[in-house]
């Protein structure tokens, strides 16, 4: 049976066209105004921004709690509330809260090993640290755009249990992997049919022309290693979407939840990645905690949720158990760090 969401896109069309505006002003604040210049990102300047984008997510998330409150209060949405699962205003607002909260907290947590796999496409097409906020800027972009259409087809596809069933056993998989499969070696450029592609019909200039991606020598156009650094970085944030935006939907499947959450954190990636940048390989235990999520995630959408009377496995279980899993193996990594011998070759941390 299709899910009724309380929020639909086609009727709530001025809420998300308001929170994209908001957040073209901030990208627009961030690189008009903060970091005009191409330049070096230090970890203290990362740490701050960092503090600003988290802070601005859970303020958003209070905010978003009034107002739900006072909206699923409103005589129409009487119907649709009566038949969704989430109870009265109150309890439907505070849900949706803390499923924001659960969704933006899985997002940021798949993303740190996202960052890893940026790490290394800088090391191997060898970006000097003062472009590399600019690539992640244009990636995150990009990497908006191409969430928002992930998230338009999956408030669709997901109003149907075999398809959310289906995801579920692709989440499941994809944690198993992650447990006990390890990760790959890391990216391969070279092999990717689409870079393949443009280094065959777009010349690439022989080095780094400042901060631009493409230019003209000699009369033809050309692309810059910094182009083709932003190309890899934007199909390596769809492979990762495959994951991200599932286990988003495994929490909620309300689209204005999902939307917001994503962005928020897609938001905070790029202050985040200069963070962890010089300490990436100490988190070698992360993948475990990511691996647990994923399958919590993919087994609450085909199993769990039959245990419960309304078929919904409790949020605040859901957030519990997934900060617990992320906390506790992001601590066992500090306390338990790797070997010297066991880590990746020290080229791959940044220059």
């Known amino acids: 049976m299709p899910h009724e969401t309380l929020f639909p896109i086609a009727q709530y069309w001025w809420f998300y066209a308001g929170f994209l505006g908001l957040v073209l002003v901030l990208l627009a604040l961030d690189l008009g105004v903060f970091n005009r210049k191409a330049k070096e990102v230090s970890i203290a300047s990362a740490a701050r921004w960092t503090a600003v984008w988290v802070s601005l997510a ?24 009566a038949a ?50 600019r690539v992640l800027f244009y ?21 149907f249990q075999w398809v959310v069933f289906i995801f579920g056993l692709v989440l499941v998989w994809s944690g198993f992997k992650f ?7 890391g990216p391969a450029p070279e092999k ?6 443009l280094n065959k019909y777009l010349p690439v200039t022989d080095g780094y022309r400042g901060d631009r991606f493409l230019v003209v020598e000699a009369g033809k156009r050309m692309a810059t290693p910094l182009f083709i650094t932003l190309v890899a970085v934007e199909l390596t944030d769809i492979v990762f979407a495959v994951d991200s935006i599932p286990a988003i939907y495994g929490i909620t499947r309300e689209p204005l939840i999902v939307f917001t959450s994503n962005v928020f954190a897609i938001l905070g990636l790029r202050s985040l990645f200069f963070v962890l940048a010089g300490a990436m390989d100490r988190f070698h235990l992360l993948r475990f905690g990511l691996g647990f999520v994923l399958m919590f995630v993919g087994l609450k959408m085909t199993v769990l949720h039959h245990f419960f009377e309304d078929n919904h496995f ?3 279980w859901s957030l519990a158990i997934i900060v617990t899993a992320i906390g506790s193996t992001l601590v066992a990594s500090l306390i338990f760090p790797k070997r010297p011998a066991e880590g990746p070759e020290r080229e791959a941390e940044g220059d």
């Open 84 to 133: 969704s699962t989430y109870g009265t205003p109150h309890e439907a607002a505070e849900r949706l809260a803390f499923e924001f909260l659960t969704g933006y907290i899985v997002e940021i947590s798949l993303s740190v090993d996202n960052l890893f796999v940026f790490l290394l496409l800088f090391s191997y097409f060898k970006v000097p640290p003062h472009l590399r906020h």
């Open 179 to 185: 447990l006990f499969m390890g990760g790959d070696d």
């Open 314 to 316: 409790p949020t605040k």
């Open 139 to 159: 990636g995150i972009l990009g990497a908006l755009i191409c969430r928002g259409v992930f998230i338009g087809v999956g408030s669709v596809l997901f109003q």
């Open 192 to 197: 990717n049919p689409i870079i393949r592609l």
């Open 58 to 81: 859970l303020v958003f998330n209070a905010l978003l709690w009034l107002w739900a409150s006072r909206e699923l209060a409103k005589p129409a949405m009487a119907e649709a509330l």
